[in-house]
């Protein structure tokens, strides 16, 4: 997995439609580490300890918590140490739309999928 995450992290353009493996890379290994295990190089120096994402399931009795996950990616649960929807790491890859763009709301529900899919398939 290392491997690939480390070839796929090169930096796409924020229209682009990207796998979950790809958004993972540039949003969330950072502080969650290359393999989810919350040990990325900028996770020493948050304010709160950075979830094992691997280990999910396990601690939600063997089942993945899936709704909550993506409630957190998609900003409706505010997560203090995520920051504001304005924050930098989220950029608009994960900002929920004007409702009046079905388009831009769909792409936005497809890249929050696309992540909470791949998170589950890092489980243990």
């Given at each position: 997995?290392?491997?690939?995450?480390?070839?796929?992290?090169?930096?796409?353009?924020?229209?682009?439609?990207?796998?979950?493996?790809?958004?993972?890379?540039?949003?969330?290994?950072?502080?969650?580490?290359?393999?989810?295990?919350?040990?990325?190089?900028?996770?020493?120096?948050?304010?709160?300890?950075?979830?094992?994402?691997?280990?999910?399931?396990?601690?939600?009795?063997?089942?993945?918590?899936?709704?909550?996950?993506?409630?957190?990616?998609?900003?409706?649960?505010?997560?203090?140490?995520?920051?504001?929807?304005?924050?930098?790491?989220?950029?608009?890859?994960?900002?929920?739309?004007?409702?009046?763009?079905?388009?831009?709301?769909?792409?936005?529900?497809?890249?929050i999928a696309a992540i909470v899919g791949f998170i589950d398939e890092m489980q243990y």
């Amino acid at each position: 997995m290392i491997l690939a995450l480390i070839t796929a992290g090169c930096v796409h353009e924020p229209g682009a439609r990207l796998s979950g493996l790809d958004l993972y890379v540039n949003y969330c290994a950072a502080c969650h580490g290359a393999n989810g295990e919350g040990d990325g190089p900028v996770g020493n120096v948050m304010q709160v300890q950075v979830p094992n994402l691997r280990l999910l399931s396990e601690r939600n009795s063997g089942i993945f918590p899936e709704e909550s996950i993506t409630e957190y990616i998609d900003g409706r649960t505010v997560v203090s140490s995520h920051g504001d929807r304005r924050m930098p790491v989220w950029g608009d890859v994960f900002r929920w739309t004007d409702e009046n763009d079905p388009e831009a709301e769909q792409l936005v529900q497809q890249r929050i999928a696309a992540i909470v899919g791949f998170i589950d398939e890092m489980q243990y």
